[in-house]
């Protein structure tokens, strides 16, 4: 059976920065996950720094903020409180709250294409003041306002952006449309949909819950059978009987030795 990678999977730079920064620190607290990858939490953990769900869980010490960002009350109270703010949001996700505050603050409305209950989203949500969060082409049909700024959550799906967007011109007088999905997250659904049009099956590696790992899953299930785990553990033998070649994919919160454990327990197989 013949095992092909796609040409760009696992760590983005802006997740590769933040698991750097929060390395350097000793026993402090992670508001959240610092990314989306149980792994990597874990790793974390035995390292002294223990996620929180709340700043209240924290009165004094280090707070990390995550690669995904966090809304501008939590950050308000962390400095209230005196605690030291170790800010691991990427770039991306940075530039899309500048531009949800920028647009609003000149009298758009804001149109965020995202899920509403991911933290990125929230972060992007508490820079505006006038925006609607939405998350499919039927979604935005029911928008309708005379001046609007489309932007997107960093890890969503381009063909669905761009869906979007036909369907909010008919609706919106004036329009500004920003693509903010970052580049990495379009090389990496790029090459697995590349792999998935070559392949028999094909096995999505990362987080449950990580936003573009579930974006790979769906690109790549329209093209072929797919598979979407975390570890070695959920590898099932029956998946690759009859099967002449599989396609290995990673989510951007997914690390290298995640993939290179279930690559070699596939091609052991």
């Keep these: 059976m013949k095992v092909i990678c796609a ?17 350097k620190q000793k026993d402090a607290f992670v508001l959240g996950q610092l990314i ?42 962390a400095k209230i409180k005196g605690l030291k703010i170790i800010d691991t949001t990427c770039p991306l996700v940075k530039k899309v709250q500048d531009l949800a505050k920028e647009f609003s603050s000149k009298g758009y409305d804001i149109i965020l294409f995202g899920d509403k209950g991911h933290s990125e989203v929230k972060g992007i949500v508490s820079n505006a003041e006038n ?13 309708f306002v005379k001046k609007a700024c489309l932007l997107s959550q960093t890890t969503q799906s381009i063909e669905k952006f761009n869906e979007i967007s036909k369907v909010l011109k008919s609706n919106v007088n004036e329009l500004k449309i920003i693509n903010t999905i970052c580049n990495a997250t379009k090389k990496r659904q790029d090459s697995a949909m590349n792999i998935a049009k070559k392949v028999d099956i094909m096995i999505v590696i990362g987080g449950y819950n990580s936003a573009n790992t ?14 979407h785990i975390e570890t070695t553990r959920e590898i099932k033998k029956e998946w690759f009987q009859g099967k002449k070649s599989v396609g290995i994919t990673a989510g951007a919160s997914t690390p290298d030795f995640v993939i290179k454990e279930i690559k070699k327990k596939i091609e052991s197989l």
């Design 7 to 23: 040409e760009n999977m696992g760590f983005c730079s802006g997740v590769k920065r933040a698991v750097d920064m929060a390395l």
């Design 36 to 77: 989306h990858n149980p792994q990597v939490v874990e790793m974390l953990d035995k390292k002294g720094i223990k996620e929180i769900s709340s700043v209240d869980d924290i009165e004094k010490g280090s707070l990390i903020i995550t690669a995904h960002g966090t809304t501008k009350s939590n950050v308000e109270k």
């Design 131 to 143: 925006i609607i969060v939405i998350s499919s082409k039927e979604d935005a049909k029911n928008v």
């Design 214 to 227: 579930k974006r790979l899953n769906e690109i790549c299930s329209k093209i072929t059978e797919t598979k």
